[in-house]
């Protein structure tokens, strides 16, 4: 029995173990380079090749020893009571991939961010501007933290105005500085390539 909860926790029960899997930055940044991209690691998925299967499930694990519990009661069991988790697997890799924030910024020039640089700079606006400890950055998910973020530069953006309220201004100062970063991080993600993936997750892929 498999559920989704509303915080992008996914509960998979078997046995009488549950582990619950969360698409974490720190899951994000392990699965991306497991097989050197997401592509990669998709294709592994669809295939259903076990042992990436697994990996998923421990690296995504909010509790370590659950997980050791989970795929253990799992290894004896048909190979079907895996398989069945297989969409639920989908839906956690899809969800270690950050979405636009609300107000999308026009794609600027410029050669697409590799997703580890992506997932450096999650890390470093979590525990940066938004102060966040270490352990809070990683155990967040992307999605948390670009929106946490979209967020912030909202409120400097209501507290100190926007260059278009004042083209009087040279430049911008650190607040705008801010904002201009959140609104270069989502469109620099590599955008085609995600829409490809996607493309290949619908109706199985």
Known sequence: MTTRLANDVITLTHGGNTVRLRPSLRAATHLERLHDGFEALFNRVDAFDTSTIREIIWVS???????????????????????ATRNQIITLC????????????????????????????LYKIATGWLGWTPNTAWAATPDEIAHAFDGLTEKLRA????????EANTGPDEEQRAANEAAGLDPDFDRDGLHKLKAQLAGGR
């Open 61 to 83: 694990a909010t509790d370590r020893e659950d997980a050791d519990a989970y795929l253990s009661a799992v290894t004896n069991a048909p190979l079907r009571t895996l398989h």
């Open 94 to 121: 899809t969800s270690l991939i950050p979405t636009a924030p609300d107000q999308e910024q026009s794609k600027p020039e410029g050669k697409p961010m590799p997703w580890a640089e992506v997932y450096a700079r």
């Open 159 to 166: 507290i100190h105005g926007s260059a278009d309220e004042d």
